[in-house]
């Protein structure tokens, strides 16, 4: 709760000191706030509380969601000045509209309340139309922001619609109450009304996470969207909306075979074999990336289907594989369209010879992301994996894994480029704050492989 | 505790090298990590033999919840591979002083990046451990070879990186799925993973798991498509880690993993997965006799060989798979002997292939003579190591069937033929204008050799304390099938 308040008065904070033209400090007051927040989520550890009638659940699943997304955010905003070092003016207000998506992504993380769902997911939504236009003058995110807003506010009304046909036939709007009804009417069969409204949300949530058929928007968004925000859309807005379907299926179908667990494991399948196949035939890295995590977002499907006690820290644990793995990733991509122009994957070509840390770092992020041992990325699959057959998925694991097979294609081609083609001799600018931010985060993946144990009973 | 270092020092090694920015001082360091490895590796074979034959064990909790240990052991088997790989790393590394190599760091940093995962992959005893490291090894080794590889090095590498992650991701969905046969609680630790509970039709997808996984590495035909052009296009000591260490891992796990867990797909299916080495051995061997240059006639000789060790594995008796485990150790030293060889070769007249040469020996006559000893160690020629190991196992064959074993045994017939035609063509004859101006080795570039030679000689003639350690290991193995 502290948290919550704590990030939107920063929001505002940030408003009142573009007012104020004061730009040099916006940056450190943001990541000063953002790591106030993260501490206050932290201390909200075994509180078990629920505020205003269950509107609110703080539990432990969500106060590690809600810091992970904070800290998330938190290493995105290290990036921002480099990312924006060429703009002149104050940039307050693409800040400000960050850390409000923020608000309503850790709202989406405590959410028990349906209500609170749908105003989590508006207030994450809203923001991010207006952040994939951010860059004006480019037609490419004019083209984003529109395709988003048109799709994403359309969904957003399967959404609503999903959630009032649940309350017409279950009559509450609370977790808690929509489980008992569930529990109730689990042996008879639910009634149809219910189902259709289960439907309904099931797609609203889908089209946020991009999983296929839902998925076409987010290759083009993503691509038209100003990177560093990309990398924003791509970690904490998706594991925001991920584990916001976890905790909708995990209360209210609590014990219960859900009716929908078929075809969310046949929908992870498609999205898997899309993402990762596609993902092949991509020219540039961003697009690539776009198609990763579409494919990182049916692995993470397979948390739905299999639900046990580990399964919550299961998610846990990839979100942070994935989310540091991928804003490293659009880190170094920062760098080299700065310096190329462009991101295709000849751009990369030799850059490991004059910048080391830099080719290391998007080395490691992409052998995380294929899921390569001893790294975070492998550990979290495993964790997934694991889970996922031990409730009886095997064959959607096999295909997991043989998508994880076919997605040694593209991970590997900036490894490809950077270390073995030939020198297009260019040499990156990196700061020093970004330069110890991407080390961080190298390390971090690698510390995560060898000592998963650190994160591996939290929740 | 031992064993421990066996794994932690080459971690170190690689990190330390990376910060190491002079040549000299990094290649130095690498050598004598390299020894002092090689020593740690001594004095486990010491504490081998004084305590009762038991394992070194290391075990720390790891991911306990989810049954994974830090389980590392030494037994028979990993004795015997840890000892050649400790053996082999310092000679590698010590061959490639005196060439230029772009990045010396980077390149001993991941020598003994790929040391530390073979080691855990030799003595790992817990099945998910065991993976970790068998992919640990495999980057390094797809680094090397595609960054100081020769032509066409980024197609042909990617192939074998792609070839084997897919067939180790195999692998791993066996082991996870065997972990939920183990019993309650369930644990990855060996002996639990050994006890698990599998109905015959699942024992039959697990097999092929594990032995696909372990096929394409060693490989086995028809799974060898990546390998010759792979030995070809890396760079020597790239070849000589790949030729030498990697393929034995995959021989290593069906001893370890494939035979003690599902052994009973081998009895049921009546030796259907000892054709597929089989066939390889003859396939391999009449590639290579047609072969002309020097190190894709060594890849294909490979592919015999080690067929030849695949299907002393499978036939599932103590003789032959002593033989095996003796047989992985000759070839582990004698396809590097080759390599280095060919390496001088190379050196000198600029060309490996073996049209191009002729009349070596006259002009140098300890190259030839050196070759001529490791050569008749891989054609296995009685008192060298290759006829204990080959002998072992055609032995242990024929007590399985007459036709396997008369099939794999033109292997010997096959590889005298082509390796010694070989040998003729270059160093014997007249010289031409590409060897005239070769010269003989330097007391420096001997050192290797004389290494290579001597363990060449001791295996041959006193197997003894090698036999002791095989049968150890295999003892174990065949003690769970009975």
Redesign the interface.
């Given at each position: 709760m502290n948290s919550i308040i704590s990030l939107s008065v920063l929001g505002v904070l940030v408003l009142f000191l573009g007012i104020l033209k004061k730009k040099t400090w916006l940056l450190p007051l943001i990541l000063v706030g953002l790591l106030a927040s993260l501490v206050m989520s932290v201390l909200h550890w075994n509180m078990n509380r629920s505020l205003f009638h269950n509107m609110l659940i703080i539990d432990n699943s969500g106060v590690a969601f809600s810091s992970v997304l904070i800290f998330s955010t938190f290493l995105i905003f290290m990036f921002a000045a480099q990312y924006y070092r060429k703009v002149v003016r104050p940039l307050d207000d693409i800040y400000a509209i960050m850390i409000f998506a923020l608000v309503g992504a850790v709202l989406m993380s405590y959410f028990g309340n349906l209500i609170m769902l749908f105003i989590g997911i508006e207030t994450l939504s809203i923001a991010l139309y207006v952040l994939a236009g951010s860059h004006k003058e480019a037609i490419t995110s004019n083209e984003a922001t529109l395709k988003y807003f048109l799709l994403g506010s359309f969904l957003s009304g399967f959404l609503l619609f999903g959630i009032a046909l649940i309350y017409g036939s279950s009559g509450s709007f609370d977790l808690y109450a929509i489980h008992s009804y569930v529990a109730e009417h689990a042996g008879a069969g639910l009634p149809p009304m219910f189902k259709a409204g289960l439907f309904l949300l099931i797609i609203g949530l889908l089209f946020k996470i991009a999983i296929a058929p839902f998925h076409f928007w987010a290759p083009d968004v993503y691509e038209g969207t100003p990177t560093l925000l990309t990398a924003f859309m791509a970690t904490v807005v998706k594991t925001a909306s991920v584990f916001a379907m976890y905790r909708f299926f995990s209360i209210t179908f609590f014990g219960i075979h859900g009716v929908w667990e078929m075809t969310i494991a046949v929908l992870a399948a498609i999205t898997i074999v899309i993402g990762n196949l596609t993902g092949l035939y991509q020219p540039n890295l961003k697009r690539m990336l776009a198609y990763s995590s579409i494919s990182h977002s049916g692995y993470m499907m397979l948390a739905m289907v299999a639900f046990s006690g580990?399964t919550a820290n299961a998610l846990l644990f990839y979100s942070i594989s994935y989310s540091i793995a991928t804003i490293a990733a659009f880190a170094i991509l920062i760098l080299v369209r700065e310096a190329m122009g462009n991101d295709y994957f000849g751009s990369f070509n030799g850059i490991a010879k004059k910048n080391r840390i830099e080719a290391f770092t998007l080395a490691v992020a992409m052998?995380s992301l294929t899921g390569?041992?001893?790294l975070a990325g492998?550990i979290g699959k495993?964790?997934l994996?694991?889970a996922a057959?031990?409730q009886g998925w095997?064959w959607l694991?096999?295909v997991a894994?043989?998508g994880?097979?076919v997605s040694?294609?593209y991970y590997?081609k900036p490894i490809?480029a950077m270390?073995?083609?030939e020198d297009n001799g260019i040499v990156l600018q990196v700061g020093r704050p970004f330069r110890i931010s991407i080390l961080f985060l190298t390390i971090l993946t690698i510390l995560l492989g060898f000592l998963?144990?650190l994160l591996?009973?939290l929740i | 505790m031992l064993t421990f270092t066996l794994i932690f020092l080459p971690l170190l090694a690689a990190t330390g090298l990376f910060f190491v920015k002079e040549e000299k001082w990094a290649r130095n360091l690498a050598f004598a990590m390299a020894l002092v490895e090689f020593g740690i590796s001594i004095a486990a074979l010491v504490q081998y033999f004084l305590y009762c034959h038991c394992h070194l064990l290391f075990r720390l909790?790891?991911?306990?919840?989810?049954g994974i240990s830090l389980k590392f052991g030494i037994d028979g088997l990993s004795m015997l591979m840890v000892l050649l790989t400790t053996f082999l790393v310092p000679i590698i590394i010590y061959t490639t002083f005196g060439q230029k190599i772009n990045r010396p760091a980077s390149f001993y940093s991941l020598i003994f990046l790929m040391q530390a995962g073979l080691m855990g992959v030799f003595t790992a005893f817990d099945g998910?451990v065991f993976?970790?490291f068998w992919?640990?090894a495999l980057?390094p080794a797809y680094?090397i070879a595609?960054?100081w590889g020769g032509k066409d090095?980024?197609r042909i590498t990617?192939k074998f990186?792609?070839y084997t992650?897919?067939g180790s991701?195999?692998m791993?969905?066996a082991i996870?799925?065997l972990?939920?046969r183990t019993p309650l609680p369930h644990s990855f630790d060996h002996i639990w993973l050994y006890a698990s509970n599998l109905k015959p039709d699942e024992q039959i997808w697990v097999f092929l798991a594990f032995f696909i996984a372990f096929a394409i590495k060693v490989p086995i035909f028809p799974f060898h498509t990546w390998q010759p052009d792979t030995y070809v296009t890396a760079p020597y000591p790239g070849s000589m880690l790949l030729g030498g260490l990697m393929s034995k891992m995959g021989l290593f796990g069906m001893i370890r993993w494939m035979i003690p867990i599902t052994f009973s797909v081998l009895n049921t299916t009546n030796g259907l997965f000892i054709i597929l080495p089989v066939t390889g051995i003859v396939y391999a061997s009449l590639i290579a006799i047609r072969q002309d240059d020097l190190k894709r006639l060594i890849a294909y000789s490979s592919i015999a060989h080690l067929g030849l060790v695949a299907a002393g594995i499978m036939v599932l008796n103590a003789q032959a798979m002593q033989g095996a485990m003796i047989q992985m150790i000759s070839h582990g030293i004698n396809i590097v002997g080759l390599f280095i060889i060919i390496q001088y070769i190379e050196a000198r007249t600029k060309t490996t292939s073996i049209s191009e040469l002729g009349g070596i020996a006259i002009k140098a006559p300890r190259l030839a003579a050196f070759f001529m000893i490791i050569l008749l160690g891989s054609i296995a020629l009685p008192l060298t190591n290759g006829f204990v190991g080959e002998f072992l196992i055609l032995l242990g064959m024929f007590k399985y069937n007459m036709v396997f074993a008369a099939v794999a045994g033109l292997t010997i017939i096959f590889s005298a033929l082509y390796m010694l035609w070989m040998y003729q063509r270059v160093m014997l004859g007249n010289t031409n204008a590409v060897t005239e101006q070769v010269s003989d080795l330097s007391w420096k570039e001997m050192i290797p050799l004389i290494a290579i030679v001597i363990m060449v000689l001791w295996i041959g003639i006193f197997p003894g304390m090698f036999m002791k350690m095989a049968e150890n290991g295999v003892g174990q193995v065949i003690g769970i099938i009975r």
């Open positions: 580990r052998l390569i041992p001893p492998f495993y964790f994996f694991a057959i031990e095997l694991v096999i894994i043989a994880s097979a040694v294609g590997f490809i270390y073995f083609r998963p144990f591996s009973g | 909790d790891w991911l306990a919840s989810y998910m993976y970790i992919e640990l980057i680094f595609a960054f090095r980024i990617f990186f792609a992650f897919s991701l195999l791993l969905v996870i799925f972990y939920f």
